[in-house]
């Protein structure tokens, strides 16, 4: 069995992250890290969590636990600030080492990176499109990883000018801390974009395509779940191919049959991803819809296949795949 330590455990990505190392077959839970929660019972998280797993420690300890592999799902800035324990393979879920210019931090971020210099030390890895190439993982974010997905198999056959990526998120995605944005009141029977042509993914998503593209967030009514449709002027024929070979491997992604559209429900709770290729009838343009969970392949699960890669072992290990949820 590897061993695997989890930092910053208290908050949403935290848990789910343990939810994954739980079912899997081949991690076992050295050090659960959580500075607010130090000294309580696994419990204290969540109330299913009983028995075996050790007390929460203090985030530095639980970094200096040895394990093979550590999760880190701490705020930006708290994971910029980490030090990486050496000989371990670590992926980090925030966005502390996503971008190699560490001078674009302070504009997307709003913080200078405490470690401009260990940034190209960093892999930024969607399995099925650029796989990790060291220990040190950086998770794209949730956006990011759903119109990657949709775009990045196209990237040669698509104009740059022409792509925009409209997404919508469930307010999971803005974390356990409670915000004034994320008041029952404010979100339920509502729909807003926020961060309007400013959401910190536009650079990484950007820096993995080669070209700066336009993209706005939106806050669905939901606890979880995200979906980006993302629109680009096609130079060619051949997309659903393209998209089809890209993913004909995968146990995460599914390329939906023509006309079929992704739906949040089928995604919700797993860490899968639905891909749908259409072409609007009044311009050509090319509209990819990609579906995920925020916390699944948009966070958890594409850290856990990020860290079953780099330990090589089995992709889909620990995933929530399989299921007919309603
Ligand atoms: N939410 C998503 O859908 C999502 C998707 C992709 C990436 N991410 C990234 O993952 C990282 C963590 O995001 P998150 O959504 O898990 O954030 P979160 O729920 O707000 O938790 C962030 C941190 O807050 C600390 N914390 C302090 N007081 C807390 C409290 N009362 N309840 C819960 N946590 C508390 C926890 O650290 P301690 O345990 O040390 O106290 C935790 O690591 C971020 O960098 C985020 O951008 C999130």
Redesign the pocket.
Known sequence: MATAAII???????QETLDRVLAHPELEVVAL?????AGEPAAALDLRLNGHLPAFVP?DEALAAGADVVFL????ER?AAVEPPPGAVVVD???AHRLADAELYPAWYGFEHPRPETLAAWSYAIPELFPAEGPLVANP??YATAALLALAPLVDVIEPASVVVDAKSGV??A???LKPSSHASFVLENLAPYKVGAHQHAPEIGAALGFPICFVPHLLPVRRGLLATCYAQATTDGLRARLEDAYASSPVVRVLPEGVVPELARVQHTDAAEVALFEDRSTGRAIVVCAID??GK??AGQAVQNANMALGLEQAHGLRLNGVLV
């Open positions: 910053g455990c208290a908050g949403y990505s935290g890290g959580s500075d607010s929660l985030n799902c701490l705020s930006h994971a879920l925030s966005g974010g949730c999971s995605g974390g356990r801390e925020n916390l948009g966070a």
